[in-house]
């Protein structure tokens, strides 16, 4: 039934068992929404560039970083996860997860995926701003394809100590004795980590206060990445809740010295464009970044980028709910996220959120059955009942594939 082969920009890639790419996600690529001009993802990322030339520039005053924004979005599985040291039975490999093209290739899943590559290029401060693809739930805070800003700074034991001869950025260590309290790498000494944290943190408030203003409050949490230790995220506080705003922290020194970096140090971060754009201008629903109406697009046409705008709702079309119920199949498994991927594929952008709301499990036959509810919403126009029992109807009839008997 799969094709053998798939093209994705341009290229040819052989099908195998872990090809889930979708033409419906396939379509998504080369669209480069957060590049537009005017558009709300393209304002934030501007300001983070900005943010950037204005807080990093070398003795002739010239911005340090470098911005990487058109690199291809499909990356082989060692750029996406061996390289940053992410292990073979980590969760985030995994074929619910990801839009794999082939066992080796996939869409990446985090920008995180060029890190190595443009630092065995011998860069040493640099942006990557691109898409971003993940399986996820359908509400109206996730969408498959999203956005992200990640950074890396490299720093040698001149540039972080000036002209301090007695201190040192590496010590022999046994990393055993700080697994429990992950306050240091052990091959690193505590004033290299110490003044690398300190920059880092200080450049990460002041991006959030750049962003969300000077009086935003802000909490540090430390949290696990497998390429980074330690590793934080930084919080602040909107609309009455901690918004997750990025993750971040010291590079782990064996990615580096596996590309040959044996006298650097580095801090590295990642953000989500989306979240904060939804914030910012109070942006409901995450489908509004994909939507070519003038009527939303014309809203965030200003030449002052540091405008506070405020997104104004176009007109709140009516929702239309349906549910869908059915046998779960008893010879294999099943994954919601495969039901969601149908549920994309068939009704698009006209889902608005999809939500298991019944799960039971027959007391004699001890036959599985979940109910989802989907509301339908269309973000420019009315939609009639017949419209969505059409689209309804096909996903019932598609959703058979994976083996599930409709009730
Ligand atoms: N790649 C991480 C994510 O997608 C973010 C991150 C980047 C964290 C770099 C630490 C360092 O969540």
């Known amino acids: ?58 003795r002739r005053e010239n911005p340090v970083f470098s911005i990487y924004e058109n690199l291809s979005p499909v990356v082989s599985v060692s ?54 693809y993940r399986r996820d739930e359908i509400d109206r805070t996730h969408y498959p394809v999203f956005h992200q800003v990640d950074a890396v700074r490299l720093k040698t034991k001149e540039e972080l100590f000036l002209k301090d001869e007695a201190l040192n950025v590496f010590e022999e260590g046994n990393n055993r004795a700080f697994t429990t309290a992950q306050e240091k790498q052990a091959c690193h000494t505590l004033e290299a980590v110490k003044l690398m944290e300190y920059e880092l943190k200080n450049t990460l408030v002041g991006l959030a206060k750049h962003l969300f203003g000077e009086d935003v409050e802000y909490r540090w949490v430390d949290t696990y990445f497998p390429f980074t230790q330690p590793s934080w995220e930084l919080e602040v506080y909107h609309a009455d809740d901690w918004l997750e705003l990025l993750g971040c922290g010291i590079v782990q020194q064996p990615i580096l010295n596996n590309i040959g970096i044996n006298d650097r140090i580095g801090w590295a971060f990642g953000l989500g464009l989306e979240r904060i754009a939804m914030c910012l201008y109070k942006i409901p629903d995450i489908r509004l970044f994909w939507s070519n109406d003038s009527g939303f697009l014309n809203q965030f046409k200003t030449d002052d980028i540091n405008k506070n705008i405020v ?82 109807e096909k996903i019932e009839s598609e959703v058979k594939q994976l083996g599930v008997t409709i009730r």
């Open 1 to 58: 039934e799969k094709p053998k082969e798939i093209s994705v920009l341009n290229n040819l890639y052989a099908t195998d068992c872990y090809t889930n790419v979708t033409e419906k996600i396939a379509s998504h690529l080369k669209k480069d929404i957060y590049l537009k001009p005017y558009h709300p993802l393209s304002l934030v990322r501007q300001r983070i560039i900005n943010y950037f030339y204005k807080s990093f520039v070398n």
């Open 79 to 132: 750029q996406n996860f061996d390289s940053l040291l992410i292990p073979q039975d980590h969760p985030s490999r995994s074929k619910n997860d990801c839009y794999y093209i082939n066992q080796n290739y996939l869409l990446r899943a985090h920008m995180t995926a060029h890190q190595s590559e443009l630092m065995q290029a011998g860069l040493n401060n640099f942006l990557m701003i691109g898409d971003v």
């Open 311 to 392: 997104y104004q709702p176009i007109s709140q079309y009516p929702q239309c709910t349906n549910d869908i119920s059915f046998w779960l199949p008893q010879d294999q498994e099943f994954f919601s996220n495969d039901f969601y991927e149908i549920v994309r594929c068939v009704g698009g952008d006209l889902i608005e959120q999809v939500s298991l709301i019944d799960a039971f499990t027959h007391p004699k036959t001890g036959r599985k059955s979940h109910c989802y509810r989907i509301v339908y919403r269309h973000m420019e126009r009315t939609l009639t009942q017949s419209e969505v029992n059409a689209v309804h």
